[in-house]
């Protein structure tokens, strides 16, 4: 007996492209539209970027959405019999990250309205509606002239993607800390480039700092898309053991102390921790969430394998003299930014210290050793983070707007 149709109210598309976008922005929007419209099909579309780990497919499709696909195989979807079996009401796209270039066409494929979570009115021919972060951003939104009721602002939706998954004590016992055991966390990016050359940069750290807070407990949470093949070669190349196949594994720092390697938990590790050196990226809104003072880190000495935006990041570096100059760009660029962690780019200024450009861990370590050795500047650090984070709920305020879309009577 052949099936009836099943009819969708509103068949939802979603661009992103980075692990940070996915389960920064991602993620949080998703779950809310799934607790709101149980008749919503939705796609996560990968866009092209400089910036990809190779594992965003498998990152997206934890994130709860139905179907999750490159931009290549996006024609194919389209295509596919199987759509025959759907009635599909309405169509949106909104795109949460990547090249807006890019959503613009899908939407234009579609037949859709384009909505864009952005700090910057780009693409404002084609664009239905945005959705600001924040109150700097919604000045730019101001300054451009553009039609009040073209813009709106929800918030940031990293902070609603950290929810923790256990308490601290059950952290704790899992990972064997004692409940008073003071814990600093490495995170160490997503990308190959990234958590291959600073895990050992952040190694090196944690070894001076355990050397002069022998009771301090360091923990590496691995992000998804960490593949810990590459990880353990570049490790070992480099002289460090590590040990184990569970889910909890160690480093070895060196010094006769070892280090805990954690699968699945990097939120709840950041929820143990005193404080965290993190590279530049979503985890650093994440560890300003749960209150967590943290040290950004961007070294630069190999500055020219760094993807970048627009042309400087499609040029081929075997062009003679392409290294140099990109290096040179990149490190002009770090000079001409004042904040680069974005709790200090919201905030406007310096609230997390960030050390960037050509240092050794012996500069880190000693800013961490400064901060631990002074309980009241971490008190107020926390502090801070707490009064710019505390409003939360941007992905309920953007469900709202993509229900009651869903409701209206035209496309």
């Known amino acids: 007996m052949t099936q009836p149709p099943k009819e969708i109210s509103l068949d939802m598309y979603i661009t992103a492209n980075s ?7 991602v993620a949080p929007v998703v779950r809310e539209i799934r607790s709101r419209m149980w008749q919503c099909r ?7 970027c400089q910036y990809a780990s190779g594992e965003e497919i498998s990152l997206g499709l934890r994130t709860g959405v139905d179907r999750c696909v490159t931009l290549g195989e996006f ?6 019999p199987g759509e025959k079996n759907y009635i599909v009401k309405k169509k949106l796209l909104m795109h949460l990250g990547g090249d807006i270039m890019f959503s613009a066409y899908l939407s234009w494929k579609l037949g859709c309205r384009l909505w864009v979570y952005s700090s910057r009115p780009r693409w404002r021919r084609f664009v239905d509606r945005y959705f600001v972060p924040d109150e700097t951003a919604l000045g730019r939104f101001k300054r451009a002239g553009l039609a009040p009721e073209r813009y ?24 064997g800390l004692s409940p008073d055991e003071p814990v600093m966390t490495c995170l160490t990016g997503s990308r190959p480039l990234e958590y291959t050359e600073s895990t050992k940069l952040m190694i090196s750290t944690a070894r001076i700092v355990t050397d002069r807070f022998p009771e301090i407990r360091t923990l590496f949470p691995l992000a998804p898309t960490v593949r810990e093949e590459l990880l353990q070669d570049e490790l070992n190349k480099s002289g460090i053991k590590w040990i184990g196949e569970s889910r909890i594994r160690e480093i070895e720092l060196g010094n006769g102390k070892k280090a805990a390697v954690v699968r699945d938990r990097t939120l709840e590790a950041l929820n143990c921790s005193k404080l965290a050196i993190a590279l530049p990226g979503t985890n650093n809104l994440q560890a300003a969430a749960l209150y967590i003072p943290y040290i950004m880190v ?19 570096l075997w062009i003679p003299g392409m290294k140099y100059l990109k290096k040179t760009y990149i490190i002009k660029l770090n ?6 962690s974005l709790p200090n780019k919201i905030a406007g200024r310096m609230i997390a210290p960030e050390i960037r450009g050509f240092f050794d861990a012996r500069v880190v370590a000693r800013m961490a050793i400064g901060l631990l050795e002074s309980p009241e500047k971490l008190k107020e650090i926390s502090r801070t983070f707490w009064e710019n984070t505390r409003d939360r709920g941007a992905s309920v305020r953007l469900s709202e707007y993509v229900e009651k879309f869903a409701k209206e009577g035209t496309n």
């Open 19 to 25: 692990p940070g976008e996915i389960s920064g922005w």
């Open 42 to 48: 939705m796609t996560l579309v990968i866009l092209p």
């Open 75 to 80: 024609r194919k979807l389209r295509g596919d």
């Open 152 to 175: 709106v602002m929800i918030g940031n939706l990293a902070l609603d993607s950290v929810t923790l998954s256990e308490t601290e004590e059950e952290t704790r016992d899992f990972l």
């Open 298 to 316: 961007l070294p630069l000495h190999r500055a020219d394998e760094y993807p970048l935006d627009g042309l400087p990041g499609i040029l081929p």
């Open 335 to 340: 000079e001409r930014t004042s904040f680069l």
